[in-house]
């Protein structure tokens, strides 16, 4: 039976400043490149066959490195793209939950309710 992994990206600045990142294109710091060969430590156990990912910074830059340590083909594949937070994205998660408490809230307790300004659900995408 196969096994599906999900590897999330590497680290980008706006991971550590806690800032939305949505569908901007981040590249990588250096703690995500760190990041990636960790888990390049705990795959090299793991068969896998394909890897798929959406053609944004950080995951195909995540993908690639890890297909070409071991030598397993990248697919790329639209439908995992992030959410886009429109107007959010860019915005620190503290800035958000100050100007829009009340969205805010409702993103805690039902994410696939809301809609940031400009953007899109995540029935949408």
């Known amino acids: ?9 590497g680290c980008t600045d706006f991971d550590e400043q806690n800032r939305v990142q949505g569908t901007l294109e981040i ?4 703690r995500g490149l760190e990041q990636i060969e960790h888990v390049l430590g705990e795959l090299r156990e793991i068969p896998l066959e394909v890897i798929y990912a959406p053609p944004s910074e950080p995951s195909w830059s995540t993908a690639e490195r ?3 340590e071991l030598g397993v ?3 790329e594949c ?9 107007l959010w994205q860019g915005l620190q998660i503290e800035d958000i939950r100050h100007k829009y408490p009340k969205v805010f809230k409702q993103c805690q307790e ?7 300004p400009h953007g899109e659900t995540a029935r949408e995408v």
């Not at 639209?78 to 429109?86: K, P, S, T, V």
């Not at 039902?110 to 940031?116: D, E, L, N, Q, W």
């Open 1 to 9: 039976m196969p096994s599906v992994v999900l590897i999330r990206p």
């Open 27 to 30: 590249p990588m710091n250096s």
């Open 66 to 68: 890890i297909g070409e």
């Open 73 to 75: 083909a990248v697919k």
């Open 78 to 86: 639209e439908d995992l793209r992030n959410l886009d937070q429109g």
């Open 110 to 116: 039902s994410p696939a309710t809301i809609c940031p």
